[in-house]
């Protein structure tokens, strides 16, 4: 997981200088798989049920699993990347924000609140608390600034395999749901709307699209339960953890 995490945050490090109006998304999933080739991975998303590319790609109200295309992307856009190399059969999962160009400063704020979610739930991520503890950290920032947490959707086991049990939901009350014991990993990845927490998933069968178009944001880091609390494998090595990355 170490291997593994390190690979998806330089990966999404390795995007910066990239991430810039007139750019097409199809483009940054060819930096993305050629990257990860280079640090010794495959992406797990290519092939993964039928899926063709190697990242998601989320604009402004994509909640998540956006496809990668020939469209641009333009000043004022909040995008999300989502990568999951696998280095050794082990899988790093991570998504992080971008702001393209002059972004408004209510789509600023919200980026700022979901990774500010992201870590709050992570603060309750240790041995003895439940997952309840983690979803209702995350639930009450959000919606303490009047945001919907999606429930749609949700983080999960993650290393062998993909997706594995366990459930991390982001809405939920404190010591509900399985104790966190050491050992456990998974995912955290609060999906967090401007409006309501309604989506709908759009023919394509991927794209899943905030219903009232309001814009959404997401963080993800994969993290392993340890005896006193946990550790977080895809912490940015070049300090690129929230946008701006300047």
């Avoid at 004022?76 to 059969?89: A, F, H, K, M, R």
Wanted: with cysteine; proline share 7%.
């Amino acid at each position: 997981m170490h291997k593994a995490g390190k690979l998806a945050a330089e990966t999404l490090d390795m995007l910066v200088p990239h991430m810039v109006p007139g750019v097409t998304t199809a483009e940054l999933d060819r930096l993305i798989y050629d990257f990860v080739l280079a640090g010794g991975g495959v992406p797990a998303t290519l092939g993964y049920r039928g899926y063709t590319h190697s990242t998601c790609i989320s604009i402004n109200h994509v909640v998540c699993h956006g496809i990668p295309s020939e469209k641009t992307l333009k000043s004022g856009d909040i995008v999300n990347v989502d990568v999951t190399p696998i280095v050794d059969g082990w899988h790093g999962d991570s998504s992080r924000m971008y702001l393209i160009g002059d972004v408004p400063l209510k789509a600023k704020r919200l980026v700022e609140v979901t990774y500010e979610c992201l870590m709050l739930g992570i603060e309750q991520a240790k041995p003895g608390n439940h997952m309840g503890d983690v979803a209702h950290a995350i639930q009450r920032h959000a919606e303490k600034h009047r945001y919907g947490v999606v429930r749609d959707f949700c983080g999960h086991g993650v290393g062998r395999l993909f997706h594995d049990a366990p459930e991390v939901v982001h809405v939920g009350r404190p010591g509900t749901g399985p104790e966190l014991r050491p050992g456990m990993i998974f995912t955290i990845e609060p999906m967090i709307n401007i409006g309501r927490p309604d989506v709908k998933l759009l023919d394509d069968g991927w794209t899943a699209v905030t219903r009232d178009r309001s814009l959404s944001a997401q963080f993800e880091h994969s993290i392993g339960i340890t005896d006193d609390g946990c550790e977080i494998f895809t912490v940015s090595p070049k300090g690129y953890h929230q946008p701006p990355f300047d």
